[in-house]
Nanobody, 115 residues
Framework: QVQLVESGGGFVQAGGSLRLSCAAS????????MGWYRQAPGKQRELVAR???????DYTDSVWGRFTISRDNAKSTVYLQMNDLKPEDTAVYYC?????????WGQGTQVTVSS
């Protein structure tokens, strides 16, 4: 019922920055949590960041202080600003929206960080 379109991935050297965007195909209430996950080859998909109304954003320990999640409710878009990128951040990044008991996923965007 909801399409999520991601953009902003690419190639960057260690220490560089990227900004990921994920736009929903229809309006999403600000109270609905949105998040970013990533999956590296041979590893399980993990939560990177989550944003929920009225609460501080959540971040996995490995990205704390470097990544910032935000959202533009008028555009139904969630962002992930990634600074000081490390080779360990290399993965396919997926945005996530859970509404009415259903998980919706973006198509995935590749982030590659070279050393």
């Amino acid at each position: 019922q909801v399409q999520l379109v991601e953009s902003g991935g690419g190639f960057v050297q260690a220490g560089g920055s990227l900004r990921l965007s994920c736009a929903a195909s229809r309006s999403v209430f600000s109270s609905v949590p949105m998040g970013w996950y990533r999956q590296a080859p041979g590893k399980q998909r993990e939560l990177v960041a989550r944003i929920r109304s009225g609460r501080d954003p959540d971040y996995t320990d490995s990205v704390w202080g470097r990544f910032t999640i935000s959202r533009d409710n008028a555009k139904s878009t969630v962002y992930l600003q990634m600074n000081d990128l490390k080779p360990e951040d290399t993965a396919v990044y997926y945005c996530n929206l859970r509404v009415e008991g259903i998980n919706y996923w973006g198509q995935g965007t590749q982030v590659t960080v070279s050393s």
